[in-house]
């Protein structure tokens, strides 16, 4: 049946693109941009295809202080999964962690009961010894059942194993392999599909954020402690609820029946935006129906964000700007540049020269070797000693001077 549609608003504003150099580049524009928001921070939403996505995001509004809330779900470092690969590498750097004792002996399933476990914590506490010295103490002095020897036994030789194997790998190499080789991802991957796949692009991330970890070597401390005390820092801090004045972050699957002031819709991307599995399945149109979605929660500002290359599976790639970008008319959309009506700062440093060195937050040090534009537009090409040359927009890549 024929509708006549109408509108009793006046003309909105168009539709506005953004093209950042990498993921950490959107998501400093993101924050940037709600933080010239004069209303409400709960009007704004920052929505993405998946869930692994959340974490640079968090980091960036952690940074400026702005809360913010995961609709319908956890933190990034509060996640089952992220728990539980963490609880391994806990218990890999220090053997008396309790807490990460208990939550991964069992887990994948091996055959350690509340029974086993029962007599381990009172080994413990009759010994005064942590949990993993009871086990030790139960195994040697034969306290338990020969099966449950057996078992608990087999637990202790799984971490000392890769205890021994990771010693010389790199802090990313260390968390992948004991993702791999603890049996987490093989435990993950028996779940349903969408939610197996969730929670493997989740330990993906931990990866991506074990390589991109800028290691301090505070008090002499190695790496794995440092990332893991960072890991905790950064689950310290509880999320909002949903009573106070939070930015609003969700999957585009939550998104569905929600309306927002402002709209962030990011990481559209050919095999982010649409999926890579929707892609080969053959699910293109319901990924362009969840995209079109995304943009109608947007009430008055929708920003559109893709990045020239992403961090996934713990490797750099380019990335090539999603086809739905290239549906929209393009007479209704505006690149972001220094001249936007809806720009609400400016951008003041002294340029760069060439021969100077600078400091990365992620990508460590280097020297710039080339600088082209002004003001917004200024970018720089940075040959970093450990992840080779890069071009960044200076605006957004928070380059120190050595």
Known sequence: MGKNLWTADKAGEPVYLYSAVNEHDEAEFTVERLRGWQGQRKDVAILYRTSAQSRVFEEALLKKNIPYRIYGGLRFYERAEIKDALAYLRLISHRDDDTAFERIVN????????????????VARQQGLSLWQASCFAVENEKLTKRALNTLQNFLHLIEQLTQQITTFSLNDKVAYVNENSGLLNHYQQGGKEESQRRLENLDELVTAA??????????????????????????????????????????????GLEFEVVFLCGLEDGLFPHDNSITEGNLEEERRL??????????????CHSESRMRYGFRDD?????????????LVQEVRLKSPVSQFQFKHEPYKVGEKVKHAIFGEG???????????????????????????????????I
Not at 385 to 401: F, M, P, S, T
């Open 211 to 256: 390589k991109e970890f800028n290691y301090s070597a505070k008090d002499g401390s190695d790496v794995l402690t440092e990332f893991l005390a960072h890991a905790a820092l950064e689950s310290g801090e509880g999320q909002g609820n949903r009573y106070e004045d939070c930015v609003q972050l969700m999957t585009l699957h939550l998104a569905k």
């Open 367 to 401: 020297q710039i070797i080339a600088y082209e534009g002004t003001g917004e537009f200024a970018r720089a090409q940075v040959d970093f000693i450990n992840e080779g040359e890069k071009w960044l927009v200076v605006a957004y890549a928070g380059l120190e001077r």
């Open 291 to 304: 995209c079109y979605v995304g943009m109608t929660r947007a009430k008055q500002y929708l920003y559109l």
């Open 107 to 122: 887990l994948p399933k091996r055959g350690i009961g509340d029974k086993t476990l029962e007599t381990v914590r009172a």
């Open 319 to 331: 990335s090539c700007p999603s086809r739905f970008l290239q549906e929209i008319p393009q007479e």
